[in-house]
DNA sequence: CTAGAGGTTGACGCTGCGTCAAGGTCAAGT
DNA sequence: ACTTGACCTTGACGCAGCGTCAACCTCTAG
C-alpha cells in the first residue's frame, strides 16, 4: 500500500495529527483510506492536498477560504487579492497601536505630566482656576481637579479627543446653517449633556446629568468669554451653541 | 445616589453592558453597588478605572495584563514595553505574509510556470529527464513529473527550501569533519531519507521510504556527477554524504 | 505475554466578548 | 389594575484552530 499513518504524513508535511484530525473533522482534508480499525490512511494525493493546505495556511488563509480554493469553488486570486487587503488593515491596524503605546510610554517617562491641559470644557486646567471656583465654587474645582489629575496623560488625550470632536460638530452645523431647535442641533445638544455627565466630580457629573443652572451656565459663559467660545468657532458659533443648548435644557432638564 | 446604571455608564466610556458584565465575571471591574433586585451600578471611581481599561485595551493590552497593571502589580510602562515587542514582532511577520502572498499573486497572474525548477534531489526538472529515465524508469520519471506539475509555484519554493536546508546541513557538517558514520552525519541521513520518502510518485516515495537501491544509487550519483554534487559542497562533500549514506543503508534499509 | 508506541473518539481551554434565550423589574400609559 | 416596552438578570453557545489531557483499543517487538 502506498499510503501513510496518521503522524507519518503529519511528519512529511510539518504538521501534527490532531491537525489532520481536525482537518478531517471540519472535512477539509479526508484519510484517502480507513482501516477495519479506525485508523486514518493518507495516500500521496492527499499528501499533496495537505501541503497546498499548510502553504495557503502559512500565508494567512482560513481554513473555510483554503477548501473553497482547493475544492474550485473561488479561484486562489481572488482568495488572496481578498487577504491581501485584510493583511495590510491589519497592518495599518498595528502600526497605529504601536504609534500610541510609544507615545503612552514617552508620556509616562516624561513624568506624566498633568497640567498644561485642558478641562471644564476646554479650559485649560489650572490657568482658569478663578474662573471656575467663583462660578461654582472652590470644592467643584477641587473635586473635578483630583479626578483629572488621576488620569493619565493618554486618558487626558482620549477626553481632549472628545471634546474636539464635539467641537467641531458643532462648529460644522453652526457653519451650514440650521435651526438651533431642529432635530440635528438638539441632537447635539443631547451629545454635550452626555459628555459633560461623564466628568465626575463636577456639577455636570453624575448620574442625573448637568443640572439646569450648570448647563445653562456654561452656556451663557460660551458666548461671555472667548476662551470657551474659540472651542466653537468663535462668538458667533458659541451663540449657536448657547441657543441650541438653551432650548434643550428648556426642554428637558 | 451618584452612579449609573451599567447601560448608562457604557455609553459614557464607549463600550457595551455586555462587556461590563464579562468584566465582573472576569474581576477586572466590579460594580460599585449592587441594587437588591440585582441590578449593578457603577459610581464615578467605577468610571476612572473603566476609562482606563478602555484606553489600555484600545492600546492592544490583554485584559489580565490590564488587571494587573490598574491593581499596580505590574507597572504600566513594563507592560507597555513588553507589548510594544508583541506588536513588533506581529507587525515583522505581517509584513512576511504580505510579501509572500504578494509573490503567490505573482506567480499565478504569470501563468504558473511550472517548468525551471528542480526537482529528484536537486536536479533541474525537465533538463535531465534522460538521466532519470535511464536510471530509474520511464514510469519513476512520469509519474514524478505529474506530481511535480501539480504543485504550484509557491509549493514547489518550498520543497526547493527544504533541499536547499538540508544540503547547507550536509555541508556544515562536512566541514566540520565530522564521522560520516557518526550519530551526528546519521541523524541527517535519517533527515534525507525523510525528505526522499516526502516526493510521491518516486522509487523513494511512499510509505516504506527509499528502497535501499534506489537510496544507494543516488548516493553514487551524488558523487559521480557534479550536477549533483554541488548541492552538497562539490565532490568532496559529495564523498561525505555517499558515506554517511551509505552507512546508514547498510544499518537501516 | 507484556510493555510501549501509536491509534481512536470525546471534550475542555484559550480571547473577548456578540448574540440569543428565558424570565424578573420598573416607569409610563390606558 | 393591567399592559406595554425598555432595561435588568443569569446561563450558555459560538467563533479559529488546534493543544492537551482522558480513557480506551491495537499493533509490534522482545
Known amino acids: 500500500m502506498d499510503d501513510w499513518s496518521i503522524q507519518e504524513i503529519a511528519k ?12 478531517d473533522d471540519i472535512g477539509l482534508l479526508a484519510p484517502s483510506r480507513i482501516g477495519g480499525n479506525g485508523y486514518r490512511y493518507y495516500d500521496d494525493r492527499a499528501l499533496v ?11 494567512g488563509l482560513g481554513l473555510p477560504v483554503i477548501a473553497e480554493v482547493l475544492d474550485r469553488e473561488a479561484s486562489a486570486q481572488h482568495a488572496l487579492l481578498g487577504h491581501l487587503e485584510w493583511l495590510r488593515n491589519e497592518q495599518e491596524r498595528l502600526a497605529r497601536q504601536i504609534a500610541s503605546v510609544e507615545r503612552t ?34 470644592d467643584a474645582y477641587a473635586k473635578s481637579d483630583a479626578w483629572w489629575r488621576g488620569l493619565s496623560a493618554d486618558e487626558k488625550a482620549a477626553w481632549r479627543e472628545r471634546a474636539t470632536t464635539l467641537g467641531t460638530d458643532w462648529i460644522a452645523a453652526f457653519e451650514r446653517g440650521i ?18 455627565r461623564g466628568i465626575p466630580g ?23 468669554d472667548d476662551r470657551f467660545g474659540a472651542n466653537y468657532g468663535g462668538p458667533a458659533g458659541a451663540e449657536f451653541v448657547r441657543d441650541a443648548m438653551t432650548v434643550y435644557a428648556e426642554r428637558n432638564l
Open 49 to 59: 492536498r495537505l501541503q497546498r493546505i499548510m502553504l495557503l495556511r502559512d500565508l
Open 179 to 196: 435651526d438651533p431647535a431642529g432635530d440635528e442641533a438638539q441632537a447635539l445638544a443631547q451629545r454635550h449633556f452626555e459628555w459633560l
Open 105 to 138: 510610554i514617552g508620556a509616562l517617562e516624561g513624568g506624566e505630566r498633568l497640567m498644561a491641559d485642558q478641562m471644564f470644557d476646554g479650559f485649560d486646567h489650572t490657568q482658569y482656576k478663578e474662573e471656575v471656583e467663583q462660578r461654582w465654587g472652590k
Open 12 to 23: 512529511l508535511a510539518g504538521t501534527t495529527s490532531r491537525t489532520l484530525r481536525h482537518y
Open 202 to 224: 463636577t456639577p455636570g457629573g453624575g448620574a442625573g446629568g448637568p443640572t439646569k443652572e450648570y448647563f445653562l451656565g456654561l452656556a451663557e459663559m460660551y458666548v461671555a
